[in-house]
Every structure is written in C-alpha cells, then in structure tokens.
C-alpha cells in the first residue's frame, strides 16, 4: 500500500506556490463524492481563497478556482481562511456548498470581520450576494477584546451537532504583531438555519459564551490573561462537547460543554490521562477529529517549542514540525478530563524535505476518511499543499 510519513512521498501534490506562503483551510467531500480543499494564499496583491476539487478520489486535482482574484480588492480588504459546509440538495434540487472567511479590515493584519460565500456548482465557483468578486457579511457582537468586531479567526472545521444545529469554533482577538503579545478567547456560533434557510443571505448565527467574554485560556506566563486559538471541537458519544485549543504554554489546552455548545468550561491543560504528563505542542494549530471507531485522532508536535532550535512555543519558523497523532478514547467518567490519549506515533515528517525553506511549518491540515481509506492533508513548508494515505493500524483502525 502507499501509505506515507514523510512529505517526500506524498499522495499527491495538490498544488506549489514557488512565491508567496499559503496553507490549508479545510477539506470537505462534496454531495457528488469530489473533495474539495480550500487554500488561503498570502499574496504580494494580498490574502487570497482558492479552491480545487478532486473527482478521482485526490490523485489529480482541478485548477485553482478563486474566492476573489488577486488584486481585486483594496489593501487591507483581502481575505483569507476558508472554512467548507456541503449542504444538503434541497435548494430548488441544486446543492450548496458554504466557505466562511475572514476579512481584513487594515493593512497588515491577521484577523479581520467575519465573512462568507456560497457554491452551486459542487465547488467550481463561488460567489456572494451581487454575485462573483462578492462577500456576504456575517454579523457578530462585540467582544471586550475587539470592540469593533474585526478580530475574529477561523482555523477549524464545524460541526453538525445531534441537535441539528452546526457550530462553528473560533476566537476572538488583539492583533498586535508578535504571536506572543495575542489574547484571544475562544467563541463558538452556532446557526440553527444554515441548512435549510432559502435566502444565503439570511444564515444567521448566535455567538457563545455571550459577550463581554470567550472562554478563558490562561496565558501561565501572564497570569490573569487569555491565549486560547483555533478551537477544535468534537461530540463525544454522550452529547458533550469536547475541544482542544492552541495556546502559548508549551502544550494543548481543553474545555467542556454540557449544553451544546452555550457553555464551557474554564480551559485546563490537556493530559495524556487524569494525573498524567501534558500533551506539548508549540503555539499552532491542532486538529482534532472523530474516527469511524467512536475513537479521536488527536494531531500535535509532541514538543514544547523547544524542537529544532526553537526559542520557545512562538517560535513558528522552527518547531511546527514533526506532526504526531495520539488516539483519544472516552474516560468513562463526567467527572475530569473526558479522554485519555494513548503513545503519540509520528503522522508526518519534513526531514529533508525542501532543506532550503526558512519556514518549517506542517501544522495546517486535518485527516479525512473515505471509503475506509484515510488521508492526511497538510502544508509543508508553507508552500506546498500535499495529502498522503495513511495507514490505518497508525490509527488504531482495522484496514478495509
């Protein structure tokens, strides 16, 4: 088989920026079966959204279909982040595919308002209220931490809750330049309409926790001060929320929600178990999902920013990389930490993989099944967007 754990030997290459940064967004398979990755590329004109899709399960992939071209809005308008839901055919017999953004509001930022455009052809193009080259705008409340509204970020899937309603995880933020001055706390929308609402323009969402405040993700080195970023969030078998965050600790961060999603938790160090070590991990992303098995496949460093010459969890050029995958299972219990998380073993490597690139990132990404088969989408390098298959035994799932 050609399974792999090293981006020397990807699955496929899905695309090659030789001249600006990009990495991955999110990857959904459309209701006609194609997979569709969203990109966010950080352009001399600007951010930009494109998308490819697949239709011979990931070996050969489409030409890039922009959100917005280069250069199409002004400087510091462009957008970035891409977040897919595939919806259901019941639009006039046509499908609708969602992608939600994020906006800049001034030059040099990296967060912005929140955003969205909509599909009707499968992925192929994508539009907004006036049509190609347009936003819809999502209206949010203020937050103390952004009392304009234009601090918001989206770097993890929704989730379709039991309930029927879709959650969308994020944070709200400061945006000074260093990653360690950030405070962020974690938010989360929930719409009960996106997929049934005739108009686009009516998705309507509510935000939790309510304003002033998100969830709190104590900054140790700051006491009294928050640092959660791009929550991840999965349903456990009973109808908790469970959600491992980034933060500046050295190490993965969780919370709790008993009410689908209204409420959480005060977040609290990620351990391999009750009384256990923490699970390190540099300051970046974590994706976490769902198995076939009622398992979590849990994606992290394994290192405290201190990997490869890293100065500490900021050090973002360095220590993003080697990416691990431990398998969580449910503890059984209502009281504690809801999982326990077994022997990290290595997901993907980029030793000697583009040795020339300054900026050793693999963190943007996620895992995907289909058909029994699993595919790890990653960035590497932050120029090259590459999936590989991998094995199920790594995953602790038998082989089909």
């Avoid at 323009?201 to 791009?230: I, N």
């Amino acid at each position: 088989m050609d399974y792999s754990t090293t981006a020397l030997k990807p699955y496929a290459v899905i695309d090659v920026s030789p001249d600006w940064g990009q990495y991955i967004n999110s990857v959904t398979i459309t209701r006609t079966g194609a997979w569709l990755v969203s990109v966010t590329g950080n352009t001399p004109k600007g951010g930009v959204v494109y998308t490819r899709r697949s239709e011979d399960g990931g070996k050969t992939w489409s030409e890039r279909s922009f959100v917005m071209p280069p250069g199409k809005l002004e400087p510091g308008k462009t957008i970035e982040m891409g977040q897919l839901l595939p919806v259901p055919g019941q639009f006039g017999g046509k499908s609708r595919i969602y992608q939600f953004h994020v906006q800049h509001t001034h030059p040099n930022t990296r967060f912005g308002q929140l955003r969205y455009t909509v599909s009707h052809d499968d992925g192929r193009t994508w539009q907004g209220p006036s049509g190609s080259g347009s936003l819809y705008e999502l209206k949010t409340p203020a937050y103390k931490l952004s009392p304009i509204s234009d601090g918001w970020h989206l770097m993890a899937p929704g989730v379709t809750l039991s309930t029927g309603e879709w959650l969308l995880p994020m944070n709200i933020s400061t945006d000074p330049p260093p990653l360690s001055e950030i405070r962020s706390e974690l938010v989360f929308g929930i719409s009960k309409n996106v997929f049934t609402v005739e108009d686009p323009a009516d998705v309507a969402f509510d935000f939790f926790p309510k304003p002033p405040h998100g969830v709190h993700v104590e900054r140790e080195a700051t006491p009294g001060e928050s640092l959660g970023q791009e929550p991840q969030v999965v349903e456990l078998s009973d109808g908790r929320l469970f959600c491992v965050c980034r933060t500046g600790n050295g190490c993965l961060y969780y919370t709790v929600s008993s009410d689908h999603g209204r409420t959480w938790a005060k977040g609290q160090p990620l351990l391999y178990k009750e009384g256990g070590a923490r699970m390190l991990h540099p300051n970046a992303a974590c994706p976490l999902s769902k198995l076939p098995n009622g398992t979590y496949a849990q994606l992290f460093c394994n290192n405290d920013g201190t990997f490869n010459g890293g100065a500490d969890p900021y050090d973002h050029l360095r220590n993003r990389w080697p990416v691990y995958v431990s398998i969580g299972r449910e503890a059984g219990s209502k009281e504690g930490q809801p999982l326990e998380f077994g022997e990290p073993k290595l997901l993907c490597d980029i030793s000697g993989f583009q040795p020339e690139a300054g900026w050793r990132d693999l963190t943007y990404g996620c895992l995907m099944q289909k058909d029994g088969g699993f595919y790890h989408f990653y960035n590497a390098v932050w120029r090259f967007i590459q999936v590989n298959r991998v094995d199920p035994a790594l995953l602790g799932v038998a082989a089909r």
